[in-house]
């Protein structure tokens, strides 16, 4: 239940508002110190702030294996807008998410609770999803069996070419040959809190 609803409020923020290297999370970056036209509270959670500019949002999360550093910055854009000039660095998402794959259940769940469940382009391990909806879209070739979560269909995954892939990071996890895709890797370190909400 604690992961489901970190990754719920996760993927609302990604869903409705509208992978980088480490980097310490004082790094002097002009445009992470700008001073933000809002800042979201969350009660909770630990794990990320996000913070609203006039052309954009940033997402920062911490990494939960080194809290003095970054594990991502998200910059959430507009997708009906051209890109806005002058973005911090960070792993570019335009938003709404229209297509999206996921490693994991809890992120199928999550969107499913948000009414946004057709928006699943692609899963891993669909035997393992227990959603009625998932296995009758996988059996009908309404959504892409992308194999195993350790080893993905790449190929697959190039062709589906989603505007981001769901996934839940595990301590020195690498994605192999999926990180030389470009498609957006959003990392939900839900099961890392605390707090179960």
Same mark, same amino acid.
């Given at each position: 239940? %604690?992961?489901?609803?970190?990754?719920?409020?996760?993927?609302?923020? +990604?869903?409705?508002?509208?992978?980088?290297?480490? /980097?310490?999370?004082?790094?002097?970056?002009?445009?992470?110190? /700008? !001073?933000?036209?809002?800042?979201?509270?969350?009660?909770?959670?630990?794990?990320?702030?996000? %913070?609203?500019?006039?052309?954009?949002?940033?997402?920062?999360?911490?990494?939960?294996?080194?809290?003095?550093?970054?594990?991502?910055?998200?910059?959430?854009?507009?997708?009906?807008?051209?890109?806005?000039?002058?973005?911090?660095?960070?792993?570019?998402? /335009?938003?709404? +998410?229209?297509?999206?794959?996921?490693?994991?259940?809890?992120?199928?769940?999550?969107?499913?609770?948000?009414?946004?469940?057709?928006?699943? %382009?692609?899963?891993? #391990?669909?035997?393992?999803?227990?959603?009625?909806?998932? !296995? !009758?879209?996988?059996?009908?070739?309404?959504? *892409?069996?992308?194999?195993?979560?350790?080893?993905?269909?790449? #190929?697959?995954?190039?062709? +589906?070419?989603?505007?981001?892939?769901?996934?839940?990071?595990?301590?020195?996890?690498?994605?192999?040959?999926? #990180?030389?895709?470009?498609?957006?890797?959003? *990392?939900?370190?839900?099961?890392? *809190?605390?707090?179960?909400?």
């Amino acid at each position: 239940m %604690k992961s489901f609803n970190i990754t719920l409020l996760f993927t609302i923020i +990604l869903v409705l508002t509208g992978c980088n290297k480490q /980097k310490p999370v004082g790094q002097d970056e002009s445009a992470l110190h /700008k !001073q933000a036209d809002s800042v979201y509270t969350v009660h909770y959670a630990k794990g990320f702030q996000v %913070k609203k500019y006039n052309d954009y949002t940033l997402v920062t999360v911490r990494d939960p294996w080194d809290t003095t550093r970054l594990l991502h910055t998200y910059v959430l854009v507009d997708r009906t807008k051209e890109l806005p000039a002058n973005l911090p660095k960070g792993v570019v998402v /335009k938003i709404p +998410l229209q297509n999206v794959a996921t490693y994991s259940t809890i992120h199928c769940s999550s969107l499913n609770e948000l009414g946004q469940i057709d928006i699943i %382009k692609g899963v891993c #391990e669909p035997q393992y999803i227990k959603l009625d909806v998932i !296995q !009758q879209r996988v059996k009908n070739g309404e959504i *892409e069996n992308l194999g195993m979560a350790s080893k993905p269909d790449v #190929e697959k995954i190039i062709m +589906l070419n989603p505007d981001a892939i769901f996934a839940t990071p595990i301590q020195g996890w690498t994605y192999g040959n999926v #990180e030389k895709t470009n498609i957006p890797m959003l *990392e939900t370190v839900d099961y890392t *809190e605390s707090h179960p909400l």
